[in-house]
């Protein structure tokens, strides 16, 4: 009889335990649903799109990728003329590159030529041109050698490119003959002439009254009396330096008579070293003596 009550105690006991632990799953189970409830999110705010203009882009790629315009063009803007200091003549340009291109100066022409008072004459030879570019916007001097022949009245350059034989520019220098009619390029005066009727000699003084570095050549030519023969009698070379002046030595004229006519001639000398073309202009006679004479002119 005393184990009934054990019994019940136990039993009693088992079911206290099972409501308080049904009571615990029950909270927890709850507490876990409330936990990973999903929440309710709010839709973002809708971006309004870029308008792009198809036309616009395909224009501004072009312009992106199309190469800069270059143009190639060169032009003269000046020309002169010049002798070296031994009397060869030459003349140079100023080419300027005028475009947006650099040149070679390989690939530029330059050429001069004579214009005749009459007749025709060959170009003045060219030389090679240096190997260097020309910037857009700047300058080179471009010198060259020139044949003046006597009949020489004008001198014209050509600027080229010789890449497609396009002709740039043009220049000119125009009444370069002082006295065409006499052959005379430059201003060349004979201003003394002496005559020694003892030693039957002669000389003179001739005059540079040019800008430019002058070979000159005085030579006599001897009249017989009534002009019926004609022997040269003694000449002499200088070269000149601008505005000096130069006597021959005394000459001999030993077959001059009484009454015999001394004419004294200037020749202007070309000369060019290296070329194999000089040329020589003699003038009139614009002096002369009777002999005997030692009037001075």
Known sequence: MKKLPVLLAILTSGIFMTLVTDVALAADSAATSKRVSPQKLSSPPSATPTKI?????????????????????????????????????????????????????????????????????????????????????????????????????????????????????????????????????????????????????WKATVENGSNYVLIIKVYGVLWEQGYMSQDLVGDQTFTLQPNAQATTWWLPASQAQHGDVLKVHKKFINFNSGHPLTVGCSSQANNNITIPNSRVF
């Open 53 to 201: 203009n198809p036309l616009r882009a395909i224009e501004n790629k072009a312009v992106r990728e199309s190469p800069v315009a270059t143009i190639r063009r060169a032009d003269i803007t000046n020309l002169e003329i010049g002798t070296e200091p031994a009397g060869s003549w030459f003349w140079r340009v100023t080419v300027k590159n005028t475009g947006t291109a650099s040149l070679k100066m390989e690939d530029i022409g330059v050429q001069g030529f004579n214009t005749p008072s009459s007749g025709m004459q060959p170009p003045s030879p060219p030389t090679p041109s240096p190997f260097v570019e020309l910037a857009p916007n700047s300058s080179t001097n471009i010198k060259r050698t020139w044949v003046r022949n006597c009949n020489t009245d004008g001198l014209r350059v050509e600027l080229k490119d010789k890449t497609t034989n396009t002709l740039w520019d043009t220049a000119l220098l125009s009444n370069l003959n002082y006295k065409p009619a006499l052959n005379q390029p430059e201003p060349v005066f004979i201003r003394s002439i002496e005559w020694d009727d003892s030693n039957k000699k």
